[in-house]
């Protein structure tokens, strides 16, 4: 009882933070159709950013977690304008390559600013500690965490499906032209929801930094994570997103807690099979032919 | 019947220029770099598993993040044979060769049903697992530490290994010339001109009557056999395998050098093995890190402002040189 | 005594959900038959083209070609027993040339396609075989172009030389003539009159010029099931089909082109 109850809290808030880093994914990807290799590595930039805010110019959390978001953000507009531009037009292994180019030249900068060793961040006094759930503790800062993702998750699902910019949002997806030709300002809309999931994806970083340590290689060490939960989700919403990450998140919990030797094959075993059956995601309709 | 053009797909098994030029600048770097000879023996096996790869990206149409499974296998199992007491080398690689062929026919129906990002997913996915279930069996792969004392007995009974790599460059390039002759053929061959169909349209090609499946293992399993063999030069030439040769890593090396050089023509990894390889060398000496910083900003511009990698901008400056010529 | 007709579908169904988009459809062709399938937009014709060619599973039905009961076959086998398909929106190898285009489909049906080791170049039988196709549909100027750079008139062409190689015995066209300027339809029609005399050809066609020039059988689907099938005057003269397809003025207008006709 006591190990499923740590499976599950852990798992969740595990799942959770990897979600709102797929979330950023999901949304670049669905709609400006670029699949982005380097995402794992503004979620980075995220994480090193607040490092150095708290750390090195002693900035209290509560401010320093907002302005390293928006910072990357604002850095998000820039790459787009720069070279993801260039991609929407280009074949998926033109944009696989790109971004793994970017990732490349990312893994590199970071090691050569903060060097090579693990850098955890950690949590303000206000969040350390444990909680004292009943049937099982656990530490503030993941409840913290946990509740963070779950009230932005909440927020976006709220406004991509129950809001006008939303339903606006999906129809550019569908349609990019006749969005266009509708009044939509496309460039715009899409640097904006650029800027949202690099946004998104700094802070799940920054969530994730004491949990899961910054180092150089971050961006390529959970980007198979965040590609799972992407890949599974297929071209599904919020919803699936969440379901997903879950998912994940508790196997890869449960997976080293009950097996520490092989425990971390199984996302991977999982994710081998789940794809092979259902290519185009967990939640979409199995392709027919006769 | 009219002649084909020479640029027609029907006519890659003959030779160009370029093709010839760079054999024998391959083996007359034997004689005028003798001190570079481990450097150049590590770049022909790696053209050896780029060309390999070329058959499954630039033909097929394969997006594979997992081509390091097929390297490492035949690495590992020549390093297994050797250990075991067979230690001809030519048999080991071609046993390694076939170990890797066999296990890409055996997991080719089941990935080839994916195309795009989930293929790529899933690539990727099989060759972390392969790397961490590698690093776990530490006692038949050696671990961290790797496979050493790993000996081969002379090539065809008369050269023997370990004199400054000059065996094992030799050796690597009569390797790399059959398999660039055996590559030649069968991709302008009928087989191959129905893979580049495959590779363009394969929803067509099934209403063609081409079941498309078959194809592609086959292709997927001939570069897994080719991929196998560098492999097994690999440890035949370090007398050494380690970890690395099932690395992510690896894997994203082999894409790379493919695109630098120019996907789907074979001579772009006779370019892009080699300017990679010798670039990665160099920077490496700076920092560990350095080589992505010029390896990266390189492969963007390739792909965005070059078409067809280092040897299609090259085709293309001399092209429009040309047509600038009064 | 009666021959085993070369297409005979029975009851052919499809559901997406709760759209009924195929009911109940029931067409036979004889060898050497020239039917056209006419209908509104949205009746469902590209669909029983998909049904037909197996990209689509029926829901319920059957489908023989030749007396032989495919129903439960894929795509690729049922190209391969004869039952070939042209695409409304060209669907073509696009940086490889027109030669190479229907050398793929020459080498797929003659069954080479597994031929690893000998050049594609000295399969004389191939080439000679492609080439007759490229002088056949008169495409030698843009032989050795690549397909996605040519005419679009000449890429129509390019499938139909494609849909020969494959050695149909039922030819599917959907809507060969869509896109083509009036200017390059000569070469389309000439390319129709010469098909082989005993295949049998079902075309999808909106073009009624093409259809009374070249169909001896017209079948009319509306909203998934086929309301008649006959010999072109009567069926296009039912007043049903004019109602439905025409609608009241084309109706008009086409009593006021029969009596010039």
């Given amino acids: 009882m006591s190990a499923a109850a740590f499976i599950i809290l852990y798992g969740l808030s595990y799942g959770l933070v990897l979600c709102l880093i797929a979330l950023g994914l999901v949304i670049t990807m669905g709609l400006m159709r670029v699949i982005n290799l380097a995402h794992g590595a503004f979620a980075a930039l995220g994480g090193y950013l607040a490092i150095t805010l708290i750390q090195r110019a002693a900035i209290p959390y509560a401010v320093a977690v907002p302005v390293a978001v928006l910072s990357v953000a604002a850095?998000?507009?820039?790459?787009?304008?720069?070279?993801?531009?260039?991609?929407?037009?280009?074949?998926?292994?033109?944009?696989?390559?790109?971004?793994?180019?970017?990732?490349?030249?990312?893994?590199?900068?970071?090691?050569?600013?903060?060097?090579?060793?693990?850098?955890?961040?950690?949590?303000?006094?206000?969040?350390?500690?444990?909680?004292?759930?009943?049937?099982?503790?656990?530490?503030?800062?993941?409840?913290?965490?946990?509740?963070?993702?779950?009230?932005?998750?909440?927020?976006?699902?709220?406004?991509?499906?129950?809001?006008s910019t939303g339903a606006r949002l999906r129809a550019a997806v569908d349609n990019q032209g006749m969005a266009q030709a509708m009044g939509l300002n496309v460039p715009v809309l899409f640097s904006a929801t650029f800027a949202l999931g690099c946004g998104l994806a700094a802070l799940g970083g920054i969530l994730a930094a004491p949990m899961l340590p910054m180092e150089p290689m971050w961006p390529l060490k959970y980007l198979v994570l965040v590609l799972v939960v992407v890949a599974l989700a297929g071209h599904a919403r919020v919803a699936a997103s969440v379901a997903v990450a879950v998912l994940v998140g508790i196997v890869e919990t449960g997976g080293r807690y009950l097996f520490p030797q092989y425990g971390g094959f199984v996302i991977y075993l999982l994710l081998i099979v789940l794809m092979v059956m259902w290519p185009n995601g967990l939640l979409a309709p199995r392709v027919e032919r006769a | 019947?009219?002649?084909?053009?020479?640029?027609?797909?029907?006519?890659?098994?003959?030779?160009?220029?370029?093709?010839?030029?760079?054999?024998?600048?391959?083996?007359?770097?034997?004689?005028?770099?003798?001190?570079?000879?481990?450097?150049?023996?590590?770049?022909?096996?790696?053209?050896?598993?780029?060309?390999?790869?070329?058959?499954?990206?630039?033909?097929?149409?394969?997006?594979?993040?997992?081509?390091?499974?097929?390297?490492?296998?035949?690495?590992?199992?020549?390093?297994?044979?050797?250990?075991?007491?067979?230690?001809?080398?030519?048999?080991?690689?071609?046993?390694?060769?076939?170990?890797?062929?066999?296990?890409?026919?055996?997991?080719?129906?089941?990935?080839?049903?994916?195309?795009?990002?989930?293929?790529?997913?899933?690539?990727?996915?099989?060759?972390?697992?392969?790397?961490?279930?590698?690093?776990?069996?530490?006692?038949?792969?050696?671990?961290?530490?790797?496979?050493?004392?790993?000996?081969?007995?002379?090539?065809?009974?008369?050269?023997?290994?370990?004199?400054?790599?000059?065996?094992?460059?030799?050796?690597?390039?009569?390797?790399?010339?059959?398999?660039?002759?055996?590559?030649?053929?069968?991709?302008?061959?009928?087989?191959?001109?129905?893979?580049?169909?495959?590779?363009?349209?394969?929803?067509?090609?099934?209403?063609?009557?081409?079941?498309?499946?078959?194809?592609?293992?086959?292709?997927?399993?001939?570069?897994?056999?080719?991929?196998?063999?560098?492999?097994?030069?690999?440890?035949?030439?370090?007398?050494?395998?380690?970890?690395?040769?099932?690395?992510?890593?690896?894997?994203?090396?082999?894409?790379?050098?493919?695109?630098?050089?120019?996907?789907?023509?074979?001579?772009?990894?006779?370019?892009?093995?080699?300017?990679?390889?010798?670039?990665?060398?160099?920077?490496?000496?700076?920092?560990?890190?350095?080589?992505?910083?010029?390896?990266g900003p390189l492969l963007i511009a390739v792909v965005l402002f070059g078409r067809g990698g280092l040897l299609g901008s090259a085709r293309t400056i001399v092209a429009r040189w040309r047509r600038a010529q009064p | 005594m009666s021959q085993t007709p070369a297409l005979e579908a029975r009851g052919l169904s499809k559901k997406f959900g709760a759209l009924h988009v195929t009911r109940d459809v029931s067409l036979t062709l004889a060898a050497g038959a020239r039917t056209a399938l006419i209908g509104p937009n949205g009746a469902g014709k590209t669909t029983l083209i998909n049904l037909l060619t197996g990209v689509l599973r029926a829901d319920a039905g059957e489908l023989r070609l030749l007396g032989e009961d495919l129903t439960r076959t894929d795509s690729a086998l049922r190209t391969r027993k004869g039952l070939v398909r042209t695409f409304q929106i060209s669907s073509l190898f696009t940086p490889?040339?027109?030669?190479?285009?229907?050398?793929?489909?020459?080498?797929?049906?003659?069954?080479?396609?597994?031929?690893?080791?000998?050049?594609?170049?000295?399969?004389?039988?191939?080439?000679?075989?492609?080439?007759?196709?490229?002088?056949?549909?008169?495409?030698?100027?843009?032989?050795?172009?690549?397909?996605?750079?040519?005419?679009?008139?000449?890429?129509?062409?390019?499938?139909?030389?494609?849909?020969?190689?494959?050695?149909?015995?039922?030819?599917?066209?959907?809507?060969?003539?869509?896109?083509?300027?009036?200017?390059?339809l000569d070469l389309l029609h000439s390319a129709m009159h010469g098909l082989p005399e005993d295949i049998a050809v079902l075309m999808i066609e909106h073009d009624m010029h093409m259809v009374r020039s070249f169909a001896s059988q017209v079948a009319v689907l509306v909203d998934g099931s086929l309301l008649m099938c006959g010999e072109p005057r009567a069926v296009m003269s039912h007043p049903q089909v004019q109602a439905v397809y025409l609608g009241t003025s084309g109706q008009q207008r086409f009593e006021r082109r029969l009596a010039h006709a």
Wanted: charged share 15%.
């Fill in chain 1, 75 to 163: 850095f998000g507009v820039l790459a787009e304008r720069l070279v993801y531009r260039r991609l929407y037009a280009r074949s998926q292994l033109d944009q696989v390559l790109v971004t793994i180019g970017l990732n490349l030249v990312a893994v590199a900068l970071l090691s050569m600013l903060f060097g090579p060793n693990l850098i955890p961040l950690e949590p303000p006094p206000a969040l350390r500690g444990n909680l004292d759930l009943g049937f099982r503790e656990i530490e503030v800062y993941r409840a913290f965490a946990a509740g963070v993702c779950l009230a932005v998750i909440a927020a976006l699902w709220w406004v991509f499906e129950r809001t």
């Fill in chain 2, 1 to 295: 019947m009219t002649a084909l053009p020479a640029n027609s797909i029907l006519s890659r098994h003959r030779w160009n220029a370029g093709e010839l030029v760079w054999l024998v600048c391959a083996l007359g770097c034997f004689f005028t770099f003798p001190e570079y000879l481990a450097l150049g023996t590590a770049v022909l096996v790696m053209v050896l598993l780029v060309l390999s790869y070329d058959l499954l990206l630039g033909f097929s149409g394969v997006l594979s993040l997992g081509h390091a499974v097929y390297f490492g296998l035949g690495a590992f199992t020549a390093g297994w044979l050797s250990l075991a007491g067979w230690k001809d080398p030519v048999l080991d690689a071609l046993l390694a060769a076939a170990a890797s062929g066999l296990a890409a026919a055996l997991l080719g129906p089941f990935l080839l049903r994916l195309t795009g990002l989930p293929l790529l997913m899933v690539t990727l996915a099989l060759c972390v697992l392969v790397f961490e279930a590698a690093h776990l069996a530490t006692p038949i792969t050696g671990g961290d530490d790797g496979l050493s004392g790993v000996q081969f007995a002379p090539v065809l009974g008369l050269f023997d290994w370990g004199l400054g790599g000059r065996t094992s460059y030799l050796y690597s390039l009569a390797w790399l010339t059959l398999v660039y002759v055996l590559l030649k053929r069968v991709v302008a061959s009928p087989f191959g001109v129905i893979l580049q169909g495959i590779r363009e349209n394969p929803k067509r090609m099934r209403l063609m009557g081409n079941r498309v499946l078959p194809h592609l293992t086959i292709s997927y399993s001939i570069g897994g056999a080719l991929a196998g063999l560098a492999g097994a030069l690999f440890t035949e030439a370090n007398a050494f395998v380690g970890l690395g040769v099932l690395s992510l890593e690896t894997s994203i090396d082999v894409l790379v050098m493919l695109v630098l050089g120019g996907v789907g023509t074979l001579s772009g990894a006779l370019i892009g093995a080699p300017v990679y390889m010798v670039l990665k060398h160099f920077a490496s000496q700076w920092s560990p890190f350095y080589w992505m910083l010029v390896i």
């Fill in chain 3, 96 to 184: 490889l040339s027109v030669f190479e285009n229907i050398f793929v489909a020459v080498a797929q049906a003659a069954g080479r396609a597994f031929s690893i080791w000998r050049p594609a170049a000295r399969e004389r039988q191939l080439l000679e075989r492609t080439e007759a196709l490229v002088v056949q549909l008169k495409l030698q100027a843009d032989m050795h172009r690549a397909v996605g750079e040519i005419a679009y008139g000449r890429q129509r062409l390019v499938e139909i030389a494609i849909a020969l190689a494959l050695d149909p015995k039922v030819l599917l066209l959907d809507e060969p003539a869509a896109g083509i300027p009036s200017t390059e």
